[in-house]
């Protein structure tokens, strides 16, 4: 199961809450960029609203023992630092379709993210991939941890593919700059 999307919640909000395609990739430093976009004013409830963050990841499945994903939510978590400027949700998301759709949509619903960053593992890939395009699509030959198969199956009605509206180069900067191939 390969993850495919990154989105920003903005006007698209009521959009990303019916349905979101399964997940978009980015980690660790880039959260520091997103720090440092937004610490350089002072942030308070009489200024502007805090930027709300939703990091997830996947937990383990198909053979792999660790999921990087899982792993890197669970540290970022841990060495986050609350803000006035920020705040943070994380969760690791059941390798399950069905399971992991739900929770998502749930999630946004809650917490009506500014962001949504969503990691996930290729087992193929040997450095980080930051996706410019997200497939609305669930298109994998393994069984999710449920046992469920989908080929060609778009996950919401819509558009086929959705264009992240993040600062990729930025982002690949910062992970570079920290020496994570990317």
């Not at 308070?44 to 937990?59: A, E, T, V, W, Y």
């Not at 803000?83 to 998301?93: G, K, P």
């Not at 069905?98 to 990691?119: K, N």
Request: hydrophobic content about 35%; some cysteine.
């Amino acid at each position: 199961l390969q993850p495919s999307a990154s989105l920003r919640m903005d006007e698209g909000a009521e959009e990303g809450a019916r349905g979101l395609p399964h997940s978009a990739r980015k980690t660790g430093p880039a959260i520091e960029f997103m720090e440092t976009r937004t610490s350089g004013k002072a942030v308070n409830s009489s200024d502007q609203p805090q930027m709300k963050i939703l990091l997830s990841g996947f937990d383990p499945f198909a053979g792999i023992a660790v999921n990087s994903s899982q792993a890197i939510v669970q540290e970022i978590g841990k060495r986050w630092k609350p803000s006035e400027a920020v705040h943070l949700t994380t969760d690791i998301l059941p390798t399950e379709y069905g399971t992991a759709e739900d929770r998502i949509r749930t999630l946004i619903r809650e917490i009506r993210p500014d962001v949504v960053l969503c990691l996930g593992v290729a087992e193929s890939r040997s450095e980080i991939s930051l996706e410019r395009i997200a497939l609305n699509m669930d298109d994998e030959g393994v069984p999710d941890n449920a046992g469920d198969v989908r080929v060609a199956q778009q996950i919401v009605d819509g558009p086929l593919a959705y264009r992240s509206t993040l600062p990729l180069e930025d982002i690949r900067n910062v992970l570079e700059r920290h020496g994570i191939p990317v």
